[in-house]
């Protein structure tokens, strides 16, 4: 058995505990691959072998109070003539600067659907964006994350093509679901067919499984040379200096008949062998599992907290916090977050409000009613967005996302002055973002104060793309000048970020504590240890607030609360004791 895509000679090899990786691996392997064990044992070894000499510690300590993702593509900003990836350095290090400390970027790798997620070949770089050393030249300023699509492949790919044509190599590589494969509880995002037919070079046509749409063709895992060749994919993105990999839709990796072939044990094992390889080869690597799905589903991707993804997506935090700003009621929101807390000392959350996605209604199921996310959905369509179907297991369709700016959506429809109100709600949502434990991640059209693209829309079809926006680099470096939306956003969320720093309270394992005073605001207390408290204060509704329990300093403001708190609408706060230095160091940011 063996995995394409022999790793780069050239540096100097890294001790590998073999024996601790065959431990931890022997048990995972044998669940997986029963009646082949020893043989996949043996490959996955081999696989470490040949990798170790790239890879090693990544020399980063876990994510802190500091750690903050900007989610983008690497052509949401472009200048004629340029190589985007190139353009994206020089607009973050002349605008975003050390505002976050990691950049998340969304599939680099040639494509023919799905921006990017129909991916052609998991090595490439697409010409059309730069080279891997345009990637390496964005490493000198930030940390990088990059997404590995590991369920689908583009229905033009090497691998897929090349099973059409019976390629041995390629035996068992996709899944052709026969009558004896009973696909009736399958749960999907989709409503196109499950499976399509593609034709095979012999004159016979293939029915291949494609959860995503018929470009989007799913690999078959439980084929351990597919694993393996995978594998060799994940460890070569390390090798590419990724510090942390975002596993894409990687809840339906794994099917078996008459299951809804989500989250299913072959999934979670596929998982912990892939942990397993990252921490012995590349310690301080992260593995992120996007599985946007109820809560309940999502959360059992940390496995026990040592043993499968570092951190898993807050799924449920985007539709929670735009409920919350347009009922102007933080009630379930604060229900939700009072059962989050800690996860352990090596996993926590991924929390993010925006990204290239719309918002998924799926993640609040048993957290909002019907109502609640009728409500959204109205809300969603008075503003201009769309929203995305989905089919259930009965054959009924419902609504699986709201394709929106997320800005946008949280304007009211009638507010006559929406880019003030855009910038106003847009920061205070934000501040929930920080506030909540986890490590935050900001989507660069947050960031940059964009709209909602609807032109592109209408010119494609795809919803999706209304906040998917192409921005020209000259024309944006006016704009952060001239507009005051752009402006707002970028600096207003500058602050947050720079004041986040100081405070340890607000570590993605710091402790969390929800109060409910009153039902328009969002209170968390959080503390690292016994002298770094801070309580995050969030009025989420268009009304002023007077909190007279809370007391302390804003280190937001500079400004002493000594007999209780008042907050105007849509206005946040970070209180520490009065008595207390800034942030708990000595850091004092200014007014």
């Known amino acids: 058995m063996s995995a394409g895509g022999a790793p780069p000679a050239g540096t100097d090899a890294v001790p590998l505990d073999r024996d601790a990786l065959q431990d931890r691996l022997s048990p995972l392997v044998a669940a997986l691959y029963p009646a082949r064990a020893d043989e996949v044992l043996g490959a996955l070894l081999a696989l470490a072998d040949r990798w170790a000499p790239r890879l090693g510690p990544t020399g980063r300590a876990r994510p802190d109070e500091g750690t903050a993702y ?31 400390t990691d950049v998340h970027l969304l599939p680099l790798y040639p494509w023919t659907s799905d921006d990017g997620f129909g991916v052609v070949d998991h090595r490439v770089v697409d010409p059309a964006l730069g080279t891997w050393e345009d990637v390496a030249d964005l490493r000198a300023d930030h940390a990088l994350m990059l997404d590995f699509v590991a369920n689908h492949v583009s229905g033009s790919s090497p691998w897929f093509r090349e099973w059409l044509a019976r390629d041995p190599r390629r035996a068992g590589w996709f899944l052709e679901p026969g009558e004896g494969f009973d696909t009736s509880r399958v749960v999907r995002p989709r409503t196109t067919p499950l499976v399509h037919p593609f034709p095979r ?29 995978l594998t060799d994919v994940l460890l070569g993105y390390l090798a590419h200096g990724a510090t942390t990999v975002r596993l894409d839709a ?10 809804t072939c989500l989250h299913l044990p072959g999934t979670h094992g596929v998982i912990r062998v892939w942990r397993a390889l990252v921490d012995a080869l ?5 593995l992120l599992t996007e599985t946007n799905v109820p809560h309940a589903d999502n959360v059992t991707y ?41 996860v352990s000392p090596t996993a926590t959350w991924f929390n993010f409000l925006a990204s290239h996605d719309g918002i998924g209604l799926r993640p609040s199921e048993g957290l909002l009613t019907d109502d609640d996310r009728a409500l959204l959905v109205e809300r969603t369509l008075a503003r201009g967005g769309r929203v995305s179907l989905a089919r259930r297991p009965d054959g009924s369709e419902g609504v699986y996302e709201l394709n929106t700016n997320y800005l946008d959506a949280l304007v009211d429809p ?67 000048v001239t507009s005051p939306r752009r402006q ?17 309270g607000l570590s993605p394992f710091a402790a969390q504590a929800v109060e409910e005073p009153d039902p328009r605001v969002l209170v968390v207390r959080r503390a690292a240890g016994t002298d770094d408290e801070v309580v995050t204060v969030v009025n989420v509704s268009d009304e002023g607030v007077h909190l007279p329990g809370l007391t302390g300093t804003d280190v937001l403001t500079g400004t002493a609360h000594p007999d209780g708190l008042d907050l105007p609408p849509h206005g946040y706060a970070w209180l520490v004791p009065a008595t207390r230095p800034w942030g708990g160091s000595g850091a004092s940011p200014s007014p």
């Open 282 to 286: 590349a310690p301080g690597a992260l």
């Open 250 to 259: 990687v809840g339906f990796l794994w099917k078996e008949p008459g299951t």
């Open 70 to 100: 900007l989610i983008t593509y690497g052509d949401s900003v472009r200048r004629p003539g340029e190589a985007p990836l190139r353009t994206l350095r020089e607009v973050l290090r002349t605008h975003v600067r050390d505002a976050v």
């Open 201 to 229: 070079p012999d004159g016979t046509v293939a029915h291949a499984w494609t959860t995503f749409g018929p470009d989007q063709v799913d690999v078959d895992p439980r084929t351990p040379e597919l694993l393996l060749e």
């Open 414 to 480: 009638g507010d006559p002055d929406p880019d003030t109100a855009a910038v106003v709600r847009g920061l205070a949502a934000h501040a929930v973002l920080l506030s909540l434990v986890g490590v935050p991640a900001v989507y660069v059209h947050s960031l940059l104060g964009s709209g909602q693209d609807t032109a592109a829309v209408e010119a494609s079809g795809i919803a999706r793309r209304i906040n998917r926006e192409t921005l020209d680099a000259d024309r944006l470096a006016d704009e952060l």
């Open 302 to 342: 940390l496995g026990d907290g040592s043993d499968e993804a570092h951190m898993v997506y807050q799924f449920a935090l985007p539709p929670l916090v735009l409920h919350a700003f347009v009922t102007g009621r933080a009630t379930a929101l604060a229900r939700w977050a009072a059962g989050i807390g800690p």
């Open 488 to 504: 707002g956003m970028l600096e207003g969320l500058r602050r947050l970020l720079e004041v986040r720093r100081t405070l340890p």
